[in-house]
């Protein structure tokens, strides 16, 4: 069972829908990390949280850390929010970044 | 302020062959990371710089090096290529070498081996 777990592998959606994307994990963690993948491959570095809630935008990320779950929100979605997006964990004993699968999105017009 | 930048974007190399890649870090930011990305594997975690010392290490076999100049920059070195290291390889800054630090990556460098 890999550490971090991504749902759904591949989501696609019509724009203006509210998109979910989960990420649940089983290590210890200093902090969780969701990034954006575009093709061609440049990272950006969406959210970085420890605990409660973020927002950015249309972005709203979440975590409960008795739960080990992390959620990444998009409302009003748009085709340009086709991308990648990484779940990756900071453990509580190193520094190198634990990553999930990714979960590739995919919004149509 | 400039992002992280990697160079080259794309390379293509023979097997047995060797090659370093470069990434110069957001200014100021002293800990570089970097990571290698296949289909098969995601992302992998190849090692982390910081102030010139490598902090952590990840399973990749002795081919695998890097390095950290005094002004932050880092290289990576692969040498005696192989097929299965044609990859997307990330680098990452960050300001200080720590786990609640946020990590800014670079476009990548495409390496293809034939």
């Known amino acids: 069972k890999n550490e971090v777990e991504q749902s759904p592998q591949n989501l696609t959606a019509q724009e203006g829908e509210f998109i979910t994307i989960n990420c649940s994990y089983s290590?210890?963690?200093?902090?969780l990390h969701w990034l954006q993948q575009h093709p061609g491959g440049g990272i950006v570095s969406l959210f970085m949280?420890?605990?409660?809630?973020k927002k950015h935008g249309r972005l709203i990320a979440t975590i409960n850390i008795q739960e080990k779950h992390s959620s990444l929100h998009i409302t009003a979605s748009h085709p340009r929010d086709s991308a990648v997006y990484i779940c990756?964990?900071?453990?509580?004993?190193?520094?190198?970044?634990?990553w999930g699968a990714g979960t590739k999105l995919i919004i149509k017009p | 302020k400039a992002g992280v930048t990697q160079t080259p974007r794309y390379l293509i190399k023979t097997r047995g062959q060797q090659v370093t890649l470069s990434c110069s870090p957001i200014?100021?930011?002293?800990?570089v990371s970097w990571y290698q990305q296949t289909p098969g594997q995601g992302l992998q975690f190849l090692f982390e710089?910081?102030?010139?010392?490598?902090?952590n290490k990840g399973n990749f076999p002795g081919r695998f090096s890097g390095r950290q100049f005094s002004n932050s920059r880092s290289e990576m070195n692969v040498s005696t290529l192989e097929l299965g290291d044609s990859a997307l390889y990330l680098c990452?800054?960050?300001?200080?070498?720590?786990?609640?630090?946020?990590?800014?990556f670079g476009q990548g460098t495409r390496l293809t081996v034939v």
């Open positions: 710089y910081f102030s010139e010392t490598q902090r």
């Open positions: 290590v210890g963690i200093s902090a």
């Open positions: 200014s100021g930011h002293r800990s």
């Open positions: 990452a800054s960050s300001f200080i070498s720590s786990r609640n630090t946020e990590a800014f």
């Open positions: 949280l420890s605990s409660g809630k």
């Open positions: 990756a964990v900071s453990g509580d004993s190193n520094y190198q970044l634990i």
